[in-house]
């Protein structure tokens, strides 16, 4: 049973910056694909960014030019770099992880709070 935990959220004014971090309680490579989503309230969870097994990212268009993901993979960590923020980024950020075994986990997720 793997477990991911968020960390990094909280509240910023419009145009800074926040990095999250997903810590991985096993190696990276036990996992296909981490990703960051997001649910603002009252909204479905939507994908932000993607990380495959061999490294590439993917994002949203949404997000393009703005977020960077990224991976340490001694520390089986992997990061959600997150700049100029707008009051439409303001959601709760989830980290997910898809196993080589075909299993889901999820973290808990972490508040991000952007102020206009």
């Known amino acids: 049973q793997a477990h991911l935990v968020e960390s990094g959220g909280g509240l910023v004014h419009t145009g800074g910056s926040l990095k999250l971090s997903c810590q991985v309680s096993?190696?990276?490579?036990?996992?296909?694909?981490v990703d960051w989503y997001r649910q603002a309230s009252g909204k479905q969870r939507e994908l932000v960014a993607s990380?495959?097994?061999?490294?590439?990212?993917t994002y949203a268009d949404f997000v393009k030019g703005r977020f960077i993901i990224s991976r340490d993979v001694v520390n089986n960590t992997v990061y959600l770099q997150m700049n100029s923020l707008e009051p439409e980024d303001t959601a709760v950020y989830y980290c997910?992880?898809?196993?080589?075994?075909?299993?889901?986990?999820w973290g808990q997720g972490t508040q991000v709070i952007v102020s206009s």
């Open positions: 096993e190696s990276i490579f036990k996992f296909n694909q």
């Open positions: 997910h992880g898809f196993h080589v075994l075909m299993t889901h986990y």
């Open positions: 990380l495959a097994g061999g490294g590439m990212p």
